[in-house]
Protein backbone atom coordinates (compact mmCIF):
# COMPACT_ATOMS: atom_id res chain seq x y z
CA UNK A 1 0.00 0.00 0.00
CA UNK A 2 1.06 3.40 -0.69
CA UNK A 3 1.96 6.08 1.31
CA UNK A 4 -0.88 7.89 0.56
CA UNK A 5 -3.00 4.87 1.04
CA UNK A 6 -1.81 4.45 4.74
CA UNK A 7 -2.47 8.04 5.71
CA UNK A 8 -5.78 7.46 4.03
CA UNK A 9 -6.67 4.38 6.22
CA UNK A 10 -5.05 6.05 9.22
CA UNK A 11 -7.64 8.77 8.59
CA UNK A 12 -10.51 5.62 8.82
CA UNK A 13 -8.95 4.20 11.99
CA UNK A 14 -8.94 7.18 13.59
CA UNK A 15 -12.64 7.57 12.82
CA UNK A 16 -13.11 3.94 13.85
CA UNK A 17 -11.80 4.93 17.02
CA UNK A 18 -14.20 8.10 17.42
CA UNK A 19 -16.81 5.96 16.94
CA UNK A 20 -17.59 7.95 13.39
CA UNK A 21 -18.31 4.22 12.17
CA UNK A 22 -20.46 5.61 9.02
CA UNK A 23 -17.81 8.14 8.03
CA UNK A 24 -15.09 5.51 8.36
CA UNK A 25 -17.23 3.07 6.12
CA UNK A 26 -17.78 5.75 3.86
CA UNK A 27 -14.20 6.45 3.26
CA UNK A 28 -13.29 2.66 3.03
CA UNK A 29 -15.07 1.88 0.20
CA UNK A 30 -11.96 3.30 -2.58
CA UNK A 31 -10.06 1.41 0.02
CA UNK A 32 -11.80 -1.74 -0.77
CA UNK A 33 -11.42 -1.40 -4.00
CA UNK A 34 -8.07 -0.24 -4.32
CA UNK A 35 -6.59 -2.66 -1.64
CA UNK A 36 -9.00 -5.66 -2.04
CA UNK A 37 -6.24 -8.03 -0.64
CA UNK A 38 -5.22 -6.01 2.72
CA UNK A 39 -5.99 -7.88 5.51
CA UNK A 40 -5.59 -3.89 7.51
CA UNK A 41 -8.73 -2.42 4.97
CA UNK A 42 -11.04 -5.78 6.11
CA UNK A 43 -9.88 -5.13 9.75
CA UNK A 44 -11.15 -1.45 10.01
CA UNK A 45 -13.99 -2.61 7.39
CA UNK A 46 -14.67 -5.33 10.20
CA UNK A 47 -14.58 -2.84 13.11
CA UNK A 48 -16.51 -0.42 11.12
CA UNK A 49 -18.99 -2.46 10.69
CA UNK A 50 -18.87 -3.74 14.60
CA UNK A 51 -19.71 -0.29 15.65
CA UNK A 52 -22.20 0.41 13.13
CA UNK A 53 -24.32 -2.79 14.38
CA UNK A 54 -24.06 -4.67 10.85
CA UNK A 55 -22.99 -7.69 12.91
CA UNK A 56 -23.19 -10.05 10.03
CA UNK A 57 -21.74 -7.96 7.34
CA UNK A 58 -18.59 -7.28 10.27
CA UNK A 59 -19.04 -11.36 10.47
CA UNK A 60 -18.17 -11.54 6.89
CA UNK A 61 -15.42 -8.86 6.96
CA UNK A 62 -13.83 -10.77 10.15
CA UNK A 63 -13.57 -13.55 8.03
CA UNK A 64 -12.00 -11.75 4.71
CA UNK A 65 -9.22 -10.37 7.34
CA UNK A 66 -8.71 -13.89 9.24
CA UNK A 67 -8.03 -15.70 5.96
CA UNK A 68 -5.93 -12.83 4.31
CA UNK A 69 -3.38 -12.61 7.54
CA UNK A 70 -3.82 -16.65 8.85
CA UNK A 71 -0.79 -16.16 11.32
CA UNK A 72 -3.37 -13.47 13.32
CA UNK A 73 -4.96 -14.05 16.24
CA UNK A 74 -6.53 -10.97 16.48
CA UNK A 75 -9.20 -11.78 13.27
CA UNK A 76 -10.05 -14.90 15.33
CA UNK A 77 -10.86 -12.90 18.59
CA UNK A 78 -12.90 -11.02 16.44
CA UNK A 79 -14.64 -13.48 15.39
CA UNK A 80 -15.61 -15.04 18.29
CA UNK A 81 -16.92 -11.54 19.95
CA UNK A 82 -18.77 -11.34 16.72
CA UNK A 83 -20.41 -14.77 17.16
CA UNK A 84 -21.31 -14.61 20.78
CA UNK A 85 -22.76 -10.78 20.03
CA UNK A 86 -25.00 -12.84 17.23
CA UNK A 87 -25.74 -15.02 19.78
CA UNK A 88 -24.04 -18.12 18.06
CA UNK A 89 -22.76 -19.64 20.80
CA UNK A 90 -21.82 -23.31 19.86
CA UNK A 91 -19.92 -21.75 16.73
CA UNK A 92 -18.64 -19.02 19.15
CA UNK A 93 -17.15 -22.47 21.28
CA UNK A 94 -15.79 -23.70 18.06
CA UNK A 95 -13.84 -20.50 17.11
CA UNK A 96 -12.63 -19.69 20.63
CA UNK A 97 -11.41 -23.38 21.01
CA UNK A 98 -9.30 -22.60 18.00
CA UNK A 99 -7.63 -19.83 19.87
CA UNK A 100 -6.74 -21.31 22.80
CA UNK A 101 -5.37 -23.85 20.91
CA UNK A 102 -3.10 -21.49 18.79
CA UNK A 103 -2.38 -19.07 21.98
CA UNK A 104 -2.55 -21.60 25.33
CA UNK A 105 -1.12 -18.69 27.13
CA UNK A 106 -2.74 -15.84 26.49
CA UNK A 107 -5.01 -15.29 28.95
CA UNK A 108 -7.59 -13.35 26.65
CA UNK A 109 -8.08 -16.31 24.69
CA UNK A 110 -9.37 -18.05 27.91
CA UNK A 111 -11.82 -15.12 28.69
CA UNK A 112 -13.13 -15.42 25.28
CA UNK A 113 -13.95 -19.01 25.46
CA UNK A 114 -15.34 -18.69 28.98
CA UNK A 115 -18.00 -16.17 27.30
CA UNK A 116 -18.88 -18.63 24.38
CA UNK A 117 -19.21 -21.33 26.70
CA UNK A 118 -21.26 -19.64 29.18
CA UNK A 119 -23.50 -18.40 26.03
CA UNK A 120 -24.30 -22.02 25.40
CA UNK A 121 -24.64 -22.94 28.84
CA UNK A 122 -21.65 -25.04 29.04
CA UNK A 123 -21.18 -23.54 32.54
CA UNK A 124 -18.84 -26.19 33.92
CA UNK A 125 -16.61 -25.99 30.80
CA UNK A 126 -16.50 -22.30 31.15
CA UNK A 127 -15.66 -22.16 34.55
CA UNK A 128 -12.54 -24.53 34.08
CA UNK A 129 -11.44 -21.83 30.79
CA UNK A 130 -12.21 -18.86 33.41
CA UNK A 131 -10.27 -20.56 35.46
CA UNK A 132 -7.32 -21.08 33.89
CA UNK A 133 -7.78 -17.55 32.33
CA UNK A 134 -6.83 -16.63 36.07
CA UNK A 135 -4.34 -18.87 36.58
CA UNK A 136 -2.11 -16.82 33.62
CA UNK A 137 -3.31 -13.32 34.87
CA UNK A 138 -4.43 -12.94 38.45
CA UNK A 139 -4.26 -9.48 38.98
CA UNK A 140 -7.17 -8.61 36.19
CA UNK A 141 -10.35 -7.64 38.11
CA UNK A 142 -12.61 -8.37 35.23
CA UNK A 143 -11.52 -11.98 34.80
CA UNK A 144 -12.67 -12.21 38.20
CA UNK A 145 -16.00 -10.71 38.00
CA UNK A 146 -16.67 -12.49 35.12
CA UNK A 147 -15.76 -15.91 37.11
CA UNK A 148 -18.76 -14.74 39.47
CA UNK A 149 -20.78 -14.22 37.10
CA UNK A 150 -20.64 -17.88 35.57
CA UNK A 151 -20.40 -19.28 38.91
CA UNK A 152 -23.86 -17.54 39.84
CA UNK A 153 -25.33 -18.83 36.39
CA UNK A 154 -24.51 -21.75 37.76
CA UNK A 155 -25.95 -21.70 41.21
CA UNK A 156 -22.72 -21.54 42.86
CA UNK A 157 -23.77 -17.99 44.76
CA UNK A 158 -20.64 -19.04 47.19
CA UNK A 159 -17.81 -19.86 44.87
CA UNK A 160 -19.45 -16.56 42.74
CA UNK A 161 -18.96 -14.05 46.05
CA UNK A 162 -15.16 -15.17 46.41
CA UNK A 163 -14.62 -13.96 42.77
CA UNK A 164 -15.92 -10.61 43.68
CA UNK A 165 -14.36 -10.41 46.39
CA UNK A 166 -10.93 -11.14 44.84
CA UNK A 167 -12.22 -8.71 41.83
CA UNK A 168 -13.15 -5.98 44.15
CA UNK A 169 -10.03 -5.91 46.08
CA UNK A 170 -7.87 -5.72 42.29
CA UNK A 171 -10.29 -2.85 42.02
CA UNK A 172 -11.44 -1.26 45.37
CA UNK A 173 -13.21 1.98 43.56
CA UNK A 174 -15.97 -0.06 41.94
CA UNK A 175 -19.50 0.11 43.35
CA UNK A 176 -20.85 -2.33 41.29
CA UNK A 177 -18.40 -5.14 42.44
CA UNK A 178 -19.91 -4.54 46.25
CA UNK A 179 -23.32 -5.04 44.69
CA UNK A 180 -22.44 -8.07 43.00
CA UNK A 181 -21.05 -9.23 46.17
CA UNK A 182 -24.60 -8.33 48.03
CA UNK A 183 -26.35 -10.43 45.64
CA UNK A 184 -24.07 -13.21 45.81
CA UNK A 185 -24.43 -13.76 49.15
CA UNK A 186 -28.03 -12.89 49.50
CA UNK A 187 -28.50 -15.79 47.22
CA UNK A 188 -26.21 -18.19 49.43
CA UNK A 189 -28.22 -17.16 52.09
CA UNK A 190 -31.48 -18.33 50.51
CA UNK A 191 -29.86 -20.98 49.09
CA UNK A 192 -28.94 -22.38 52.36
CA UNK A 193 -32.66 -22.10 53.51
CA UNK A 194 -33.90 -23.36 50.62
CA UNK A 195 -31.66 -26.71 51.51
CA UNK A 196 -33.12 -26.48 55.07
CA UNK A 197 -36.42 -26.34 54.02
CA UNK A 198 -36.24 -29.13 51.50
CA UNK A 199 -34.25 -31.05 54.45
CA UNK A 200 -37.40 -30.59 57.03
CA UNK A 201 -40.23 -31.05 54.02
CA UNK A 202 -37.67 -34.42 53.14
CA UNK A 203 -37.52 -35.42 57.06
CA UNK A 204 -41.39 -34.83 57.77
CA UNK A 205 -42.36 -36.78 54.54
CA UNK A 206 -40.31 -39.65 55.53
CA UNK A 207 -41.69 -39.71 59.06
CA UNK A 208 -45.04 -39.49 57.47
CA UNK A 209 -44.11 -42.27 55.46
CA UNK A 210 -43.10 -44.72 58.17
CA UNK A 211 -46.58 -43.67 60.04
CA UNK A 212 -48.18 -44.83 57.24
CA UNK A 213 -46.08 -48.08 56.60
CA UNK A 214 -46.65 -48.55 60.59
CA UNK A 215 -50.48 -48.38 60.02
CA UNK A 216 -50.50 -50.19 56.80
CA UNK A 217 -48.91 -53.42 58.58
CA UNK A 218 -50.97 -53.27 61.47
CA UNK A 219 -54.32 -53.00 59.28
CA UNK A 220 -52.67 -56.20 57.99
CA UNK A 221 -51.97 -57.61 60.70
CA UNK A 222 -55.39 -57.10 61.91
CA UNK A 223 -56.99 -58.75 59.09
CA UNK A 224 -54.74 -61.47 59.30
CA UNK A 225 -55.59 -62.45 62.92
CA UNK A 226 -59.78 -61.65 61.76
CA UNK A 227 -59.19 -64.34 58.89
CA UNK A 228 -57.55 -67.11 61.05
CA UNK A 229 -60.56 -66.66 63.56
CA UNK A 230 -62.94 -67.06 60.77
CA UNK A 231 -61.17 -69.78 59.60
CA UNK A 232 -61.12 -71.59 62.70
CA UNK A 233 -65.15 -70.93 63.33
CA UNK A 234 -65.30 -72.22 60.28
CA UNK A 235 -63.64 -75.74 61.34
CA UNK A 236 -65.84 -76.34 64.01
CA UNK A 237 -69.21 -78.76 63.83
CA UNK A 238 -71.92 -77.21 62.90
CA UNK A 239 -75.50 -77.57 64.88
CA UNK A 240 -78.64 -78.53 62.91
CA UNK A 241 -79.44 -74.91 62.25
CA UNK A 242 -75.64 -74.37 60.78
CA UNK A 243 -74.29 -72.48 63.77
CA UNK A 244 -71.34 -73.32 64.76
CA UNK A 245 -70.88 -75.53 68.02
CA UNK A 246 -69.33 -73.56 71.08
CA UNK A 247 -66.02 -75.39 72.41
CA UNK A 248 -68.03 -76.09 76.22
CA UNK A 249 -71.22 -77.54 74.18
CA UNK A 250 -68.60 -79.57 72.39
CA UNK A 251 -67.61 -80.19 76.31
CA UNK A 252 -70.67 -81.11 77.55
CA UNK A 253 -71.61 -83.72 74.56
CA UNK A 254 -68.79 -85.40 75.14
CA UNK A 255 -69.01 -85.67 79.33
CA UNK A 256 -72.66 -86.42 78.47
CA UNK A 257 -71.64 -89.30 76.13
CA UNK A 258 -68.60 -90.94 78.90
CA UNK A 259 -71.46 -90.75 81.57
CA UNK A 260 -73.95 -92.42 79.30
CA UNK A 261 -71.32 -95.10 78.40
CA UNK A 262 -69.85 -95.64 81.85
CA UNK A 263 -73.98 -96.03 83.19
CA UNK A 264 -74.25 -98.84 80.73
CA UNK A 265 -71.15 -100.29 81.44
CA UNK A 266 -72.11 -100.59 84.67
CA UNK A 267 -75.20 -101.41 84.35
CA UNK A 268 -73.76 -104.54 82.22
CA UNK A 269 -70.47 -105.71 84.03
CA UNK A 270 -71.87 -104.54 87.59
CA UNK A 271 -74.76 -106.32 87.46
CA UNK A 272 -72.96 -109.42 86.41
CA UNK A 273 -71.22 -109.53 89.84
Given at each position: ?90 AAVEAAEQLTARTPDDADAFVCLAQAQRGAGLLPRARDSIERAISLDPLRPEIHELAG ?125
Amino acid sequence: MADGADDDLGAVEALIDSGAWADALKALGPLRRAHPSDPRVWRAQALALRGAGELQEAQYAADRWASLDEAAVEPVRLRVDLLIERKKHYAAVEAAEQLTARTPDDADAFVCLAQAQRGAGLLPRARDSIERAISLDPLRPEIHELAGSIDMAASRPDAAARHYRDALALDPDNGHLAQSIQRALEAADARRSDVRSSASKQKKASKQRAKEVGAADKDRARQQAKAERQLRRASRPTDASGRPISRWRQARTWIAVLIVVALLLYLRFGRAR
